[in-house]
Each structure stands twice: as C-alpha cells, then as structure tokens.
C-alpha cells in the first residue's frame, strides 16, 4: 500500500470520526455534557439502518429514514435524561451518560442478540478509483456524507437565523435567552443534528463492516472523547481537524506502528502526546 | 411605563434589594446610583427577568409581569444592555445584531440594523467583524445597539461609561439622550454620577438595597448631602 493510499484510507476514518464526534462536540458545546450515550445512538443508527434496508431492500431509504429517526430518538433523550439533570453538576449528567450507554448495550443485546447482524446483500461494495487509488463505493459515500452533513451544519449555523441563536445561546445562554431565543428549542435541534449525524455513522460503519454487534459503539466512543479534547472542547472546527488527522495517523500508525501499537491505541497514545504539548488542545476554544 | 411596588430580589437566601418602590415614564431617563453592592445591578436583573423576585410587583404598562419569563418580557419591550457588555465575542456584529431582534419579525431585521447604525455609524464599518475584537468603546456602542433590535420600549443599561474614554462615552450618552427624546424609557445605573445627572429626569439612591433618596436631578445636584457623598468623590 503507498502513501496515497494509506492517506486517502486515513480520509475516510477520519470522515466517520468525524461524524460521531462532531454531534458529541455539539451537545458539550451547548450544554457542557459529555455525553457518552452517544455511542449508544450510533449503534443504535446501525442497527435501525441495517434492518431496515434488509426489510425494504433499499439502501437509500433506509439511511434517510434512520438519519431522521435517530434524530427525533436523540431529542426524546435529551428531554428524559439530560433536561431533568441541567441544574445539577455538571459530573451528574456524565454518570447518567455513562449508564445509559451500558444499558443501551444491554437492550440491544437482549432486542437484537449477542451475535452479529449482516446485510442480506450488502450494498455499495463495488470498487471504484479516486485519484488513481481503488476504493470500495461505501468509502466514496462516507466522504460525500461527511462533506454534506458537516457542510450543511456549518451552513445552519453560519448562514440561518436559528444557527445564529445557536451559536448564542453556545456563548451566553442567559443573554441569549434575554433576546427571545428559547433555549429549549435550541437545545432539541441540536440534540436532532448529533443524534442524526451519529446515526449515519452508524449505518456507515454498518455497511463497511458488514455487522452490527451491541458493543460497536465502545470503541467510537473513547474515539470520539480522544477526539473532541484534541480539538478542544465545544470547538466544532477543531473537531473536524482532530478526527481527520487522527483517521490518517491510525492509517500510517497501522503500517509503521503495528509491532508496537494497536490500531485502537494509537488515538489515546496521539492524545497524550498532544495533550503533553498542548493540554489545553490543539484548537482553543475561548 | 415600568412600575416597581415594594420590589424585594437577591440570590439565595441573601436581599439584594428591599421593597424598592420607583417609576419610570415613557420619555424619561432614571439613574440608579449607589455605592457597588448597593443592588443596582440586582435591580435591573429582576426586571428583565434574569434574577428571581422574593416579593413586591414589577407592573409595566399596567401588567403585572413579575412572574413573566425573561422571553416573554423581551417581547413586551424591555430589554437589557448589561454590565460588562455580554456580548457574543465569537459572533460577528452583524450576527450580534441579528440575536438583539431575535423577538422581531425577520422582516424587522434590515430595517432595525439600518436605525442602530445610523446611530453609531462606526458599527456600520464593522458588520463583518467579531466583536470580541472590537474596542471598548465599539463593544459598548454594540452592546446599546444589539439592546435597540428588539424595539424596547424599556432599556435597562448598566455601567455605560466604565472603562471607556470620554470622548466614546460622550456618543454613547448622545445616543441615549436621542433615544429618550424619541419616548425610550430609560432605567441606567451608572457609577460616573455627573453623567447620571446629566442626563437623568430623575435619581434614586440606594444603600444597602433600600431607596434612601429619590428625587428630580435637579434636586439632587442642590442636595448636599448627595453632592458631597457622590459628586465630592466622583463628579
């Protein structure tokens, strides 16, 4: 494999870290929760995205029904366990966060089994090339999603009065609040766009495994925190740059580094490593 | 205009303010002074809603708002440009301006952005940049102009003149005073109370957060008492 391709392949994992990790940036940003369960709406993206293709038998369909659902889903989480728990400390919404994501494992185990779950026919397997490297057509499709997705919120949020709210109410919940914007509504959308965004993840990662197992959103999940600290937390753009660097250092971690470091350790080894240099990340958030 | 009847804040368990009774009329200006922790601050945040009401009324324009949320008064006309500016420094100005009338209709926005600049025209300079990189000054001028997007009928402004040079808070107060005279009501406090004075119709004094003096601005410069506790030190 040459560099081109280990980067293009590094692309696209940083495209899905992305994806969950923008959401979870999303939710601290706004509320200072990290909200781990997160993990547990990817997977439960995954699951909801792979059933629903193999009942209807299209792919499409079954990603935009999943994207949208997921998203109501995260809303209706955000107002039975996180609303209940804002004026309470901050390390009270965690543990429940931390809870919630076991058991969120644990139904899926109980729902769905222990074992994997497969697409009847996997879709988007044929191969095509990019920039003179071969990719399988799930890959090109992540990018394209990522690209759209994080573009589309960047547009929400820089271009539409409600993002414009958002970004206030983000900064000084309180003013915010003092100019009419009601912060309930803010907090619902954004639940809607990180659960969305993890949910197509999860279909992705679905795809391009071709299984869906109750404790696939485990490794994500330290993924995505390792992530949204290097990128400083709350700090979208930061948050795109950490996940895309640490999808192309796994990938060459995994040529160079193999003997001596899992892949799966690479990001916390990259976050001590940074955080030694920076502690506060490498994207300060004011 | 706005109506406070036996008004009692604070935090906790702790007054920050004790049955202050005070009107402001449509057209006029009243200065809250006082030493620092004399609840001033306190004052304007219970009426805009931000810090909670123990006792008494908040009637603005004949309606009891005392229990409203702070949405619901924003929509009713009053609006808070407080202490410290609280601007959204990672917003840009235009942004900024845009959040100020977010309880207007959208269509309310250019027309409302077009008023704010024609009364600070450096801001129309400045639409596209952030304004926690702006000055002090342009901050403070943003801070009033963001307050004026909602179409107040009541602007509660804390500490205009802190930190500023005098010529910036010169603009400032010749902006207030042409809001007053186009019927803003105007509840300020200020610690430069030679400029409270100045352009205040009325004064009330607090200590301790009880009213101990109230009274025209006139009367309050020929009192001296007053004169000597805060012209002497400050004026």
Same mark, same amino acid.
């Given at each position: 494999?040459?560099?081109?391709?280990?980067?293009?392949?590094?692309?696209?994992?940083?495209?899905?870290?992305?994806?969950?990790?923008?959401?979870?940036?999303?939710?601290?940003?706004?509320?200072?929760?990290?909200?781990?369960?997160?993990?547990?709406?990817?997977?439960?993206?995954?699951?909801?995205?792979?059933?629903?293709?193999?009942?209807?038998?299209?792919?499409?369909?079954?990603?935009?029904?999943?994207?949208?659902?997921?998203?109501?889903?995260?809303?209706?989480?955000?107002?039975?366990?996180?609303?209940?728990?804002?004026?309470?400390?901050?390390?009270?919404?965690?543990?429940?966060?931390?809870?919630?994501?076991?058991?969120?494992?644990?139904?899926?185990?109980?729902?769905?089994?222990?074992?994997?779950?497969?697409?009847?026919?996997?879709?988007?397997?044929?191969?095509?090339?990019?920039?003179?490297?071969?990719?399988?057509?799930?890959?090109?499709?992540?990018?394209?999603?990522?690209?759209?997705?994080?573009?589309?919120?960047?547009?929400?949020?820089?271009?539409?009065?409600?993002?414009?709210?958002?970004?206030?109410?983000?900064?000084?919940?309180?003013?915010?609040?003092?100019?009419?914007?009601?912060?309930?509504?803010?907090?619902?959308?954004?639940?809607?766009?990180?659960?969305?965004?993890?949910?197509?993840?999860?279909?992705?990662?679905?795809?391009?495994?071709?299984?869906?197992?109750?404790?696939?959103?485990?490794?994500?999940?330290?993924?995505?925190?390792?992530?949204?600290?290097?990128?400083?937390?709350?700090?979208?753009?930061?948050?795109?740059?950490?996940?895309?660097?640490?999808?192309?250092?796994?990938?060459?971690?995994?040529?160079?580094?193999?003997?001596?470091?899992?892949?799966?350790?690479?990001?916390?080894?990259?976050?001590?490593?940074?955080?030694?240099?920076?502690?506060?990340?490498?994207?300060?958030?004011? | 205009?706005?109506?406070?009847?036996?008004?009692?804040?604070?935090?906790?368990?702790?007054?920050?303010?004790?049955?202050?009774?005070?009107?402001?009329?449509?057209?006029?200006?009243?200065?809250?002074?006082?030493?620092?922790?004399?609840?001033?601050?306190?004052?304007?945040?219970?009426?805009?809603?931000?810090?909670?009401?123990?006792?008494?009324?908040?009637?603005?324009?004949?309606?009891?708002?005392?229990?409203?949320?702070?949405?619901?008064?924003?929509?009713?006309?009053?609006?808070?440009?407080?202490?410290?500016?609280?601007?959204?420094?990672?917003?840009?100005?235009?942004?900024?301006?845009?959040?100020?009338?977010?309880?207007?209709?959208?269509?309310?926005?250019?027309?409302? $952005?077009?008023? =704010?600049?024609?009364?600070?025209? #450096?801001?129309? @300079?400045?639409?596209?940049?952030?304004?926690?990189?702006? %000055? +002090?000054?342009?901050?403070?001028?943003?801070?009033?102009?963001?307050?004026?997007?909602?179409?107040?009928?009541?602007?509660?402004?804390?500490?205009?003149?802190?930190?500023?040079?005098?010529?910036?808070?010169?603009?400032?107060?010749?902006?207030?005073?042409?809001?007053?005279?186009?019927?803003?009501? $105007?509840?300020? =406090?200020?610690?430069?109370?030679? #400029?409270?004075? @100045?352009?205040?119709?009325?004064?009330?004094?607090?200590? %301790? +957060?009880?009213?101990?003096?109230?009274?025209?601005?006139?009367?309050?410069?020929?009192?001296?008492?007053?004169?000597?506790?805060?012209?002497?030190?400050?004026?």
């Amino acid at each position: 494999m040459n560099y081109s391709d280990l980067l293009v392949q590094g692309l696209v994992e940083g495209c899905i870290y992305a994806l969950i990790a923008v959401g979870l940036t999303l939710v601290y940003g706004l509320l200072r929760i990290l909200h781990i369960a997160h993990a547990g709406i990817f997977t439960l993206g995954a699951y909801i995205g792979l059933l629903l293709t193999n009942e209807t038998g299209s792919f499409a369909a079954a990603f935009v029904i999943t994207v949208v659902v997921v998203g109501f889903f995260g809303m209706a989480f955000y107002r039975l366990f996180y609303e209940p728990l804002l004026d309470k400390p901050p390390h009270v919404a965690l543990i429940a966060s931390i809870g919630l994501f076991i058991a969120m494992e644990e139904i899926y185990r109980m729902v769905f089994g222990a074992t994997s779950l497969s697409f009847l026919a996997p879709p988007l397997k044929d191969t095509v090339t990019v920039a003179g490297v071969r990719l399988e057509e799930g890959r090109v499709v992540v990018v394209v999603l990522a690209v759209v997705l994080i573009g589309g919120l960047a547009v929400l949020a820089g271009r539409t009065r409600i993002g414009i709210a958002w970004r206030a109410t983000v900064s000084d919940a309180a003013m915010a609040e003092s100019f009419g914007i009601d912060l309930a509504r803010v907090r619902y959308v954004n639940f809607f766009v990180a659960s969305a965004m993890a949910a197509a993840a999860g279909i992705m990662v679905a795809l391009l495994l071709n299984q869906v197992i109750p404790t696939m959103g485990g490794v994500p999940a330290y993924k995505a925190l390792a992530i949204i600290v290097l990128g400083g937390l709350g700090n979208v753009r930061g948050t795109l740059i950490a996940a895309l660097a640490l999808g192309v250092i796994e990938s060459f971690g995994t040529i160079y580094l193999d003997r001596v470091l899992d892949r799966d350790a690479i990001a916390f080894a990259f976050l001590i490593a940074v955080l030694m240099i920076r502690p506060q990340g490498l994207f300060i958030r004011r | 205009m706005l109506r406070l009847d036996r008004l009692t804040c604070g935090y906790g368990p702790f007054h920050a303010v004790t049955e202050l009774s005070l009107e402001v009329p449509a057209g006029n200006v009243l200065a809250l002074i006082g030493a620092n922790g004399a609840g001033k601050s306190s004052t304007l945040m219970a009426i805009a809603g931000h810090v909670a009401v123990m006792g008494g009324r908040i009637i603005f324009n004949d309606t009891d708002i005392t229990t409203e949320p702070v949405r619901t008064r924003v929509r009713l006309g009053i609006t808070l440009a407080p202490e410290g500016r609280r601007l959204f420094p990672d917003l840009t100005v235009a942004e900024n301006l845009t959040v100020g009338g977010y309880s207007q209709p959208r269509t309310a926005e250019a027309r409302n $952005i077009e008023r =704010v600049v024609t009364l600070f025209p #450096r801001l129309g @300079d400045r639409l596209g940049q952030l304004a926690g990189s702006m %000055s +002090g000054g342009e901050q403070q001028m943003l801070a009033i102009g963001r307050a004026l997007m909602a179409e107040p009928r009541l602007l509660l402004i804390d500490e205009v003149s802190l930190g500023l040079m005098p010529a910036v808070i010169d603009v400032c107060y010749a902006a207030l005073g042409q809001l007053r005279d186009e019927g803003l009501a $105007i509840l300020l =406090v200020e610690q430069s109370t030679q #400029r409270a004075f @100045d352009i205040a119709d009325s004064v009330c004094v607090l200590e %301790s +957060g009880r009213a101990v003096w109230r009274g025209t601005s006139a009367a309050a410069r020929k009192d001296p008492a007053l004169v000597e506790a805060y012209l002497g030190l400050t004026g």
